[in-house]
């Protein structure tokens, strides 16, 4: 091996550094509390750190999968708002600061997710791969003839901002448009509204099996409370399933994919919903690519962001040029 092969998952809480191995798994990895201050230099600086040490005086090839909206193909981040960083050149930034023994890759977090799930977990061997992530919000990634696809600024395969409605009265989005897939679906939105319904007077088993207290009721309370035949509960899954399997479903004819991983904080840990939406998608999906994908959980948890990056970077996608 020419040298190392190492992924970085670079978030707003923490970041892991991880050497990967030739069959894509993880050998070592550590992890860091990002804290304060989290500038571009500090943060760079601790990374190179841990890459070196973990490295052990070899190069190699280092991916980064960061949460934040990338500008071009060179690692520039245009905003991150977890890290709450603005046009910060960080590909560059850190190709300088590790030096010409390693080459460095900057990728999209989800982008880097699905890749990893499709060299090393629950789309392995497969060519064209939709990856669906639903947690506080909705990302996606594409995954078409075996190469990850970044599209012309970089937000190819965002299908949370798909819009299932249009009309005056279409939920606002973090994205500043209206109507998105995931002002309806996405975690931190489904939270809200369900405490706001509970504080108005809605009754929900959620609320009990929350403690009783509006407040902490989150996404999980509901989905138990609609496997246990909740009306509150199985009405808004009922409500929301079919908006994420129409978006699923549309996707789907357009790309053709073979493999539809599903997964996320929210919708990997609500497996009432997840069953829902999977069968409405059969139901509304269009036949000839229905026929040909299957839906699967995602199977590699954290660790996917670090493979996908990883082996992009190996794959020498998207390098930095020095
Ligand atoms: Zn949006």
């Known amino acids: 091996m020419a040298g190392s092969k190492i992924g970085i998952d670079l978030g707003g809480t923490n970041f892991r550094v991880a ?35 973990l490295a052990g005086g070899r190069g190699g090839t280092v991916g980064v999968g960061i ?9 520039d981040i245009s905003v991150s708002p977890h890290l709450r960083w603005r046009d910060v050149p960080f590909g560059k930034m850190l190709a300088k600061r590790l030096g010409p023994s390693f080459s460095v890759g900057v990728y999209n977090d989800v982008n880097a997710i699905v890749y990893g799930e499709g060299v090393a977990g629950a789309a392995r061997g497969s060519r064209d791969v939709l990856g669906v ?23 190819a395969g965002e299908i949370g901002h798909c819009k299932v409605r249009w009309d005056d009265d279409a939920a606002p989005c973090a994205c500043g448009n209206r109507g998105c897939v995931e002002a309806y679906c996405g975690g931190s939105y489904v939270q809200a509204r369900v ?15 929350a403690g009783g207290v509006i407040e902490n009721v989150n996404p999980g309370h509901v989905d138990q409370a609609a496997a246990d035949g909740d009306d509150y509960a199985l009405a808004l899954w009922s409500e929301l399933a079919p908006l994420l399997a ?16 599903l997964g996320g904080g929210f919708l990997g ?48 996608v998207s390098l930095v040029p020095r």
């Open 19 to 53: 050497i990967v191995g030739d069959n894509n798994e993880i050998v070592t990895h550590r992890k860091e509390h990002v804290g304060e201050p989290r500038d571009p230099a500090t943060i760079v600086e601790r990374c190179a750190r841990v890459v070196e040490d």
């Open 67 to 75: 949460a934040a909206m990338l500008r071009g193909r060179e690692g």
């Open 133 to 155: 992530f639903v947690g506080t919000g909705i990302g996606g990634g594409l995954i078409v003839n075996g190469q990850l696809v970044e599209g012309a600024s970089n937000t």
């Open 195 to 209: 405490q706001k319904e509970l504080a108005a007077g809605a009754k929900s088993k959620a609320l009990e099996l």
């Open 246 to 261: 129409a978006t699923l479903g549309n996707a789907i004819a357009v790309l053709n994919p073979d493999k539809l991983v």
């Open 269 to 316: 840990r609500a497996p009432t919903l997840y069953q829902l939406v999977e069968t409405t998608l059969e139901i509304v999906g269009n036949r000839p690519s229905q026929e040909a994908v299957t839906v699967v959980p995602a199977a590699l948890g954290d660790d996917a962001g670090l493979v996908g990056s990883a082996s992009l970077a190996a794959g020498g």
